[in-house]
T-cell receptor, first 114, second 112 residues
Framework: GESVGLHLPTLSVQEGDNSIINCAYS??????FIWYKQESGKGPQFIID?????DKRQGQRVTVLLNKTVKHLSLQIAATQPGDSAVYFC?????????????FGTGTKLQVIP | SQTIHQWPATLVQPVGSPLSLECTVE??????LYWYRQAAGRGLQLLFY??????ISSEVPQNLSASRPQDRQFILSSKKLLLSDSGFYLC???????????FGPGTRLTVT
């Protein structure tokens, strides 16, 4: 069936370095994609999204890249900080009849080394 | 501004006992509402979604049920809990045509 998954379950990065978190998806009909950040014991927080007709979108210190050819999504965090330590989820969203169906990946844990 | 509340924050229940988790949204009307479960170290699994009062769709077969008695109230229930029902339950809302889902603080359920 359709699925969204992540390549790396855990990523350790030195403070100040850039982080790259990857995600593979299989539903080519998805309308857009979202990256969420989830800190321990809390609900996910929206980071950035990208529509399926885009290749790149930038936010504050974050960039999302979408490669539809290989169905790959990545989240780049510039100058990683200790506060970035969390689990990051990618999600694909399919909009149908006014309802959005969200399928989440399993998540990547980002550990920032001070 | 919009806010989403969930309670209780944590819950320990014995196997076979009933369950009722509540989620309420403030500051918006006719939101889409969602219940997710997150098992330890796992991703989020969509359990139910609702596009309006009394309209509930289930994504996976289970011993859980959901109800939406009011526009901004979403309830997750079970008549008899199983050990496998343990997890972190998240409620979320979105605008009908919006992209972003806004998550509540979650309820950590432990079934013993």
């Amino acid at each position: 069936g359709e699925s969204v998954g992540l390549h790396l379950p855990t990523l350790s990065v030195q403070e100040g370095d850039n982080s790259i978190i990857n995600c593979a998806y299989s539903n080519s009909a998805s309308d857009y994609f979202i990256w969420y950040k989830q800190e321990s014991g809390k609900g996910p927080q929206f980071i950035i999204d990208i529509r399926s007709n885009m290749d790149k979108r930038q936010g504050q210190r974050v960039t999302v890249l979408l490669n539809k050819t290989v169905k790959h999504l990545s989240l780049q965090i510039a100058a990683t900080q200790p506060g970035d330590s969390a689990v990051y989820f990618c999600a694909e969203i399919l909009i149908s009849g006014g309802y959005q169906k969200v399928t989440f990946g399993t998540g990547t844990k980002l550990q920032v080394i001070p | 501004s919009q806010t989403i509340h969930q309670w209780p924050a944590t819950l320990v229940q014995p196997v076979g006992s009933p369950l009722s988790l509540e989620c309420t949204v403030e500051g918006t009307s006719n939101p889409n509402l969602y219940w997710y479960r997150q098992a330890a170290g796992r991703g989020l699994q969509l359990l139910f979604y609702s596009v309006g009062i009394g309209q509930i769709s289930s994504e996976v077969p289970q011993n859980l049920s959901a109800s939406r008695p009011q526009d901004r109230q979403f309830i997750l229930s079970s008549k008899k809990l199983l050990l496998s029902d343990s997890g972190f339950y998240l409620c979320a809302w979105s605008e009908g045509t919006g992209r972003e889902q806004y998550f509540g603080p979650g309820t950590r359920l432990t079934v013993t």
